[in-house]
């Protein structure tokens, strides 16, 4: 297995208040990339909201290989969005990216 990072965008179509971010955050912190050694190295937020509304996502996933990674991030992602209030289509997501590997020894 291998832990990988992964960074997921997306657009928040209305502006999400500051509970909303933080129950987002809070439900996805499970999954913080800090307990990797490039999420420390890197100071890799878990959740960035830029002033657009654009943001990204950054999750810690432990995986056999990129593409069951990706889309278990993907789905932890889109499940934390929907819990926090967040449709599909309120909060649609972009192609996911492979931000960093930690092999296990």
């Known amino acids: ?3 990988y990072v992964i960074t997921i965008p997306g657009t928040f179509l209305s502006e999400p208040d500051d509970a909303a971010r933080a ?10 990339p800090h307990r990797t050694a490039l999420g420390r190295e890197e ?12 943001f990204s ?12 990674a990706e889309r278990k991030a993907k789905q932890t ?6 819990e926090a209030g967040f449709g599909d289509t309120e909060a649609p997501l972009g192609p996911t990216t492979v931000t960093g590997i ?4």
């Open 23 to 32: 129950d987002l955050a809070r439900r996805l912190r499970p999954a913080d």
């Open 77 to 82: 992602a889109a499940s934390a969005l929907r």
């Open 43 to 54: 100071d890799l937020d878990l959740l960035t909201v830029n002033d657009d509304n654009t």
């Open 102 to 105: 930690d092999n296990m020894a």
């Open 57 to 68: 996502i950054r999750l810690e996933v432990t995986a056999d290989d990129r593409r069951a």
């Open 1 to 3: 297995m291998t832990t």
